[in-house]
């Protein structure tokens, strides 16, 4: 049996880990960084389509250096 990765499983790691963020970050870059996790959620065919972990870090790191995507 094969252990897919689901849509689902991907959400909820994403609420989780924007709720840590949330907790340490301004309201302004929080909001960005929401924005920028979720807007492709509708489109995500997998667990692995939604952003999550090292994608929300390096969106951190690049709006600290000035790149906002």
Not at 34 to 41: D, L, V
Not at 53 to 63: H, K, Q, T
């Amino acid at each position: 049996m094969k252990n897919e990765f689901t849509v689902q499983q991907g959400l909820e790691i994403q609420a989780r880990q924007l709720q840590e963020w949330e907790s340490i970050l301004k309201p302004e870059v929080y909001k960005a960084l929401y924005e920028y996790t979720t807007r492709e959620n509708g489109e995500a065919e997998s667990g692995s389509d939604v952003k999550r972990g090292v994608d929300l870090s390096n969106y951190i790191g690049n709006y600290m250096l000035g790149h906002r995507f």
